[in-house]
């Protein structure tokens, strides 16, 4: 089986082989005094329109090598926080019974939604 991957930033929309994935970097509104310098990602691992429960996202920021991992949840969810705003990020979804999907020149910015 293949993932059917979609990946929704600010800036691209991408698609590549039967799961879907929609990431969207975000972050909250903070007050005045802080200032927030990381990002998140977000989405959803699906196949068939079926959520995929197990999948393992793993996102490498590519100039610094540094990689976050995460499984998805039952609902095929997943995020990944305290990302360094900007990129370029690759993004690599794999789960027992299907073809790994992988989405490269990923970028997130501070106050996407």
Known sequence: MKFHSFLK???SALAVGTAVVAVAGGLAAVPAYAQETSTSVRGTVMSAGTPVAGATI???HVPSN????VVSGPDGSFV?????AGGPYTVKISAPGYDGASITDVYTALGAP
């Open 9 to 11: 930033s600010a800036t």
């Open 58 to 60: 793993v996102i490498t």
């Open 66 to 69: 540094t990689t976050q991992t």
């Open 80 to 84: 990944l926080s305290g990302l360094r």
